[in-house]
């Protein structure tokens, strides 16, 4: 993906920030520096009206961006010439050659199946037991961090992520995005439908990762001096599989779905929505961010409610009443979101709303070897609920492919 301006939103007007930035300028002996503390915020806004490459994490596009607001500002600076300096500087590092990255953490799934290694087109995941000696800067680095793990409730299992990546900080936002995906896969498999428990406040997501996430070359030394952690961290017990193998053989089949579909970017995106979304500990969070994700499968190019509780509740025999479940999670959702309101039930929701996402994420899966579009699954789902007037919308259809039929052909 080319570096670009935001176009959707007609309001966003790079220029006025531009024109702020400029009057902070000071340029001495050929170097440019910025006068006044406001410039970071600037350049925040700035960063949100840009389209960045996937690939880059949050630390890489403010660099950039940082970089070519220097590069700029020592001569012209405005949105033209910004861009110019961007494009130049992603360029230049996507010529750079990829290298050999690991990530070690930790995840709370008992490998009791065959698998040692997961693979995928973006890397791969090995269950690997003790990590080896090549590690062992990564116990000194957390160490001399500030940062204090907390014991886990169960032995978590060791995994190592392989990426290949032209930096330290791509290579971490890749392989986060690697385990998420399956975790996101196996959480589909692997989550209660319903779960009453003691602690409301815990994270719905049964599989989850480990407190920190160190990033090694292939030598096992520390790539970065960074340590990734989970900032909200709680503590699950370990999953294990009841049935390996019918476990690994339905992961297997999602994979395969998602990687045949026509619009598998939608559903790889809406899977890193759901499970990050579950990962929370607060519920009333984690309802806003599920809808978040129901929304990215049902509607994501038009903000569109009614369409989503139409789609949704299409897939199931009583739609009217699954229509009024999901217009009462949206009354929460936008209440939450609009006025702050809390629910002490929220956890319930929560799972309300993960049947509706997995039923609907279901349903596109299954349209995967039909090679069906995105737009054409939906279509679908926005057809009439009603036996007599799908019959009559039939008809109309026979009737207008008839009229439009040349006469020598019918």
Same mark, same amino acid.
């Given at each position: 993906?080319?570096?670009?301006?935001?176009?959707?939103?007609?309001?966003?007007?790079?220029?006025?920030?531009?024109?702020?930035?400029? !009057?902070?300028?000071?340029?001495?002996?050929?170097?440019?520096?910025?006068?006044?503390?406001?410039?970071?915020?600037?350049?925040?806004?700035?960063?949100?009206? *840009?389209?960045?490459?996937?690939?880059?994490?949050?630390?890489?596009?403010?660099?950039?961006?940082?970089?070519?607001?220097?590069?700029?500002?020592?001569?012209?600076?405005?949105?033209?010439?910004?861009?110019?300096?961007?494009?130049?500087?992603?360029?230049?590092?996507?010529?750079?050659?990829?290298?050999?990255?690991?990530?070690?953490?930790?995840?709370?799934?008992?490998?009791?199946?065959?698998?040692?290694?997961?693979?995928?087109?973006?890397? !791969?995941?090995?269950?690997?037991?003790?990590?080896?000696?090549?590690?062992?800067?990564?116990?000194?680095?957390?160490?001399?961090?500030?940062?204090?793990?907390?014991?886990?409730?169960?032995?978590?299992?060791?995994?190592?992520?392989?990426?290949?990546?032209?930096?330290?900080?791509?290579?971490?936002?890749?392989? *986060?995005?690697?385990?998420?995906?399956?975790?996101?896969?196996?959480?589909?498999?692997?989550?209660?439908?319903?779960?009453?428990?003691?602690?409301?406040?815990?994270? $719905?997501?049964?599989?989850?990762?480990?407190?920190?996430?160190?990033?090694?070359?292939?030598?096992? *030394?520390?790539?970065?001096?960074?340590?990734?952690?989970?900032?909200?961290?709680?503590?699950?017990?370990?999953? $294990?599989?009841?049935?390996?193998?019918?476990?690994?053989?339905?992961?297997?089949?999602?994979?395969?779905?998602?990687?045949?579909?026509?619009?598998?970017?939608?559903?790889?995106?809406?899977?890193?929505?759901?499970?990050?979304?579950?990962?929370?500990?607060?519920?009333?969070?984690?309802?806003?961010?599920?809808?978040?994700?129901?929304?990215?499968?049902?509607?994501?190019?038009?903000?569109?409610?009614?369409?989503?509780?139409?789609?949704?509740?299409?897939?199931?025999?009583?739609?009217?009443?699954?229509?009024?479940?999901?217009?009462?999670?949206?009354?929460?959702?936008?209440?939450?979101?609009?006025?702050?309101?809390?629910?002490?039930?929220?956890?319930?929701?929560?799972?309300?709303?993960?049947?509706?996402?997995?039923?609907?994420?279901?349903?596109? *899966?299954?349209?995967?070897?039909?090679?069906?579009?995105?737009?054409?699954?939906?279509?679908?789902?926005?057809?009439?609920?009603?036996?007599?007037?799908?019959?009559?919308?039939?008809?109309?259809?026979?009737?207008?492919?008839?009229?439009?039929?040349?006469?020598?052909?019918?």
């Amino acid at each position: 993906m080319n570096m670009g301006w935001k176009t959707k939103n007609k309001n966003l007007k790079p220029s006025v920030i531009l024109e702020r930035i400029k !009057g902070m300028v000071e340029i001495s002996e050929g170097r440019v520096s910025f006068k006044g503390s406001s410039v970071q915020e600037d350049l925040l806004t700035l960063q949100s009206m *840009l389209v960045f490459p996937s690939d880059l994490s949050d630390i890489d596009k403010r660099r950039i961006l940082w970089q070519a607001i220097a590069e700029a500002a020592a001569g012209q600076l405005n949105a033209e010439r910004l861009m110019e300096c961007l494009s130049s500087i992603v360029k230049n590092e996507n010529s750079v050659r990829e290298d050999d990255y690991l990530l070690l953490t930790s995840i709370s799934l008992k490998r009791n199946f065959r698998a040692k290694k997961i693979l995928s087109d973006l890397g !791969g995941i090995d269950f690997i037991g003790r990590p080896a000696r090549k590690f062992i800067s990564r116990s000194a680095a957390i160490a001399e961090s500030a940062f204090h793990p907390i014991q886990s409730t169960g032995t978590y299992e060791n995994i190592l992520i392989h990426v290949r990546s032209k930096s330290a900080t791509r290579a971490a936002t890749k392989a *986060l995005r690697v385990i998420d995906l399956q975790r996101g896969i196996w959480c589909y498999l692997a989550n209660f439908e319903m779960q009453f428990s003691s602690n409301e406040w815990r994270p $719905i997501n049964r599989i989850r990762l480990g407190q920190i996430h160190t990033l090694h070359k292939k030598d096992g *030394l520390l790539a970065t001096s960074v340590i990734w952690h989970e900032p909200n961290f709680v503590s699950a017990d370990l999953y $294990i599989p009841e049935h390996p193998g019918i476990f690994l053989k339905n992961a297997a089949w999602i994979r395969r779905q998602i990687n045949t579909s026509q619009y598998r970017d939608i559903l790889e995106s809406a899977l890193l929505r759901y499970v990050r979304a579950l990962d929370e500990s607060d519920q009333n969070v984690a309802l806003i961010k599920l809808w978040g994700a129901l929304e990215g499968l049902a509607s994501p190019h038009e903000q569109n409610a009614d369409a989503i509780v139409r789609r949704c509740s299409f897939l199931y025999e009583t739609p009217h009443y699954y229509s009024q479940v999901l217009e009462h999670l949206r009354e929460y959702r936008n209440k939450s979101v609009h006025a702050g309101d809390q629910s002490e039930s929220a956890m319930l929701q929560c799972y309300q709303l993960q049947e509706f996402f997995r039923s609907l994420f279901l349903y596109h *899966l299954r349209c995967s070897p039909e090679g069906v579009t995105f737009i054409q699954a939906n279509a679908l789902l926005d057809m009439p609920t009603d036996h007599a007037q799908l019959l009559e919308k039939r008809g109309i259809i026979e009737r207008a492919i008839k009229f439009r039929t040349p006469m020598g052909e019918r």
